[in-house]
């Protein structure tokens, strides 16, 4: 039986930005993957959360969601609504209600997620959610978690750096990794803005660079259980 993969991020993007190289890897590999996006990843943008051309944006980018993440080829992805970079307005009790139910379907081995101190503070939430949720007791299912970074949050909460401890070699996979964030085509940002296209090659090659390698996606390690 393949070993199982849950991607747990806060907004539409975060998947393929934290982790897809890495993801697109280990499906050729032979795992199976499988994405919980937990928040809209529009309404902070307006004044109020409702407005009605939202209702057409969410659309777009709930198609952006099963194009990137198709890209790649996960199985399933699970999309709920908290609100976007709000998640401090609801219990974190529901969220981690959420993504248990989501492992308790799937039974992942592995999660990847947010880093602990980012910026923004859905991620920093998500991360909190993902521990509560996946506690080492008798009979959990997830063996190893790893946090990664999201361009245009990690690195900006100066002065707090991410230090990576677990490097992926995703030479022959940072061109899918970039084909599958063209399709968050309303997410784009241009260069030099890193959340780019040309901002995450770089990024890529600079973690390469650190561990003599062309393309890498960096992580910290959470937990391991051998």
Not at 23 to 47: C, F, N, P, W
Not at 60 to 87: C, H, M, Q, V
Not at 138 to 154: D, G, M, W
Not at 195 to 224: D, T
Request: hydrophobic share 35%; glycine share 4%; net charge negative.
């Amino acid at each position: 039986m393949s070993k199982k993969i849950l991607i747990v991020v806060a907004h539409p993007d975060d998947e393929v930005l934290g982790c897809f190289g890495t993801v697109a890897r280990l499906i050729k590999e032979g795992y199976e993957a499988y994405t919980l996006i937990l928040g809209e990843g529009k309404t902070s943008r307006d004044e109020k959360r409702v407005v009605e051309n939202k209702k057409d944006e969410i659309e777009i980018l709930n198609s952006e969601i099963k194009r990137a993440n198709d890209t790649i080829g996960i199985k399933k992805t699970f999309i709920y609504n908290f609100a976007d970079n709000r998640f401090d307005s609801v219990d974190l009790l529901d969220i981690v209600k959420v993504i248990s139910k989501v492992k308790e379907e799937i039974k992942p081995d592995i999660i990847f997620t947010h880093y602990e101190n980012d910026l923004n503070i859905d991620h920093t939430i998500t991360y909190k959610a993902v521990l509560t949720a996946t506690r080492p007791m008798k009979n959990e299912c997830v063996k190893e978690i790893y946090s990664f970074e999201i361009l245009s949050s990690t690195e900006w909460n100066y002065p707090i750096s991410f230090s990576p401890d677990v490097y992926f070699d995703i030479e022959n996979f940072i061109d899918i990794k970039l084909e599958a964030m063209k399709k968050y085509y309303s997410e784009l940002c241009e260069y030099p803005h890193p959340r780019s296209l040309e901002g995450i090659k770089l990024n890529a090659q600079y973690n390469g660079m650190r561990v003599g390698k062309k393309y890498v996606e960096a992580f910290k390690c959470i937990r391991i259980i051998k």
